[in-house]
């Protein structure tokens, strides 16, 4: 499909945050390239009370976007009276501003949301609405399901756009040259000449308990890889992992905390920088996978496979299938599929990836 010669502002509408925004990326992408000169407005949400990541941290000083607009959502996620209110009081910053709105709310939206989402957006009086015509999945399918940002992009084939097949080409976080060179010199800074020295990344945190693997577990996989490859570990994540990450550097006695230092742009090219990045399946491992770094992701079984696994190739996803799998618990006392993810396990892929890396480096011309 030609995109449409009356098309010059386009709202684009996502919802969640650091690992659901990155996924989107690849059909922002997409529709950039197919309206180069439109202007594009991000909608996105922000919980109320909560310091999650905003949309709009993943996107700002690139081409993607030109504004970004936010929405308070309650606490408690249900679409009752206060959000019914919070929306009411959105609309008249949206009317008759826009011809085309992209819709890329999650594939677990069910049928009714979605007719409510699209009610909403045909209010504003866009001439297009795309994404509104969906194709619904087994939420709780055995097999590997579609990832995510494959699936986003899938749907626009309904409108008659040439989308790609795979996501992947289209995932690019647009680093510019003062970020990449803001990485370079904190490495400077925190490690001195690098000289080859391998550095490991580690995301223990997660928002979510039932996907949170045990601390120590961490701490032994990092301390057999500093012992065998001498590593130089940088703990990611957010202000809540601030603690875990001290606790951990310190018991390394070596390496680097940034969480709740860095923003998710420096993070992103800092995580660049590393061989191999360790972590629970949250957004840093999105955001790390996003730069081309291989990832070792530590999954629980409460989600199906593949929907959320790390884009792209050279990942290892460590997950156990147990009984209770596809519960969809955000807290759970046991964990028994991921207490069944030895540490032993997890230094060893880690070190395949170290050991390719390593022998890539050998073959490069000197």
Not at 260 to 272: C, D, F, I, P
Not at 317 to 328: A, F, I, Q, S
């Amino acid at each position: 499909m030609k995109p449409e010669k009356d098309v010059r502002t386009i709202l684009f509408y996502r919802i969640g945050q650091l690992g659901d925004t990155i996924v989107s990326i690849p059909a922002i992408q997409f529709f950039r390239e197919q309206f180069p000169n439109a202007t594009f407005t991000l909608m996105s949400d922000r919980i109320a009370g909560k310091k999650y990541v905003l949309a709009r941290q993943v996107f700002e000083n690139t081409s993607l976007f030109d504004k970004f607009i936010s929405y308070r959502k309650s606490k408690e996620g249900r679409f009752g009276l206060k959000q019914k209110i919070f929306m009411l009081l959105l609309l008249p910053r949206l009317l008759f501003r826009y011809d085309a709105v992209v819709y890329l709310a999650p594939s677990s939206r069910t049928p009714k949301q979605v007719r409510r989402d699209r009610f909403f957006f045909k209010c504003i009086g866009a001439k297009y609405l795309w994404g509104f015509q969906r194709e619904q999945r087994p939420e709780s399918a055995d097999h590997p399901l579609m990832h995510e940002a494959d699936w986003l992009l899938a749907q626009f084939k309904n409108y008659d756009f040439e989308t790609p097949q795979s996501a992947v080409a289209k995932m690019e976080l647009l680093l510019d040259e003062k970020e990449h060179a803001f990485a370079e010199s904190w490495l400077r800074d925190n490690l001195g000449e690098r000289n080859g020295r391998l550095i490991v990344g580690f995301g223990p945190g997660t928002k979510m308990p039932a996907k949170r693997w045990k601390v120590e577990n961490f701490w032994n996989v990092g301390h057999k890889l500093i012992k065998q490859y001498d590593i130089f570990p940088i703990v990611f994540g957010d202000q809540s992992d601030r603690l875990v990450g001290d606790a951990l550097v310190r018991s390394w006695k070596r390496g680097c905390n940034t969480a709740g230092e860095l923003s998710v742009r420096q993070s992103s090219a800092l995580l660049k920088k590393c061989d191999v990045y360790i972590g629970n399946d949250t957004g840093t491992m999105h955001l790390a996978a996003a730069v081309k770094t291989p990832c070792v992701a530590i999954f629980s079984a409460r989600d199906v496979r593949g929907k959320w696994e790390p884009l792209g190739d050279g990942h290892v996803v460590l997950r156990k299938d147990v009984k209770c799998r596809h519960c969809m618990a955000t807290t759970c006392d046991d964990k028994i599929c991921l207490m069944l993810i030895r540490p032993e396990e997890v230094a060893a892929e880690a070190e395949r990836i170290i050991q390719r890396s390593l022998q890539e480096k050998h073959d490069q011309p000197h």
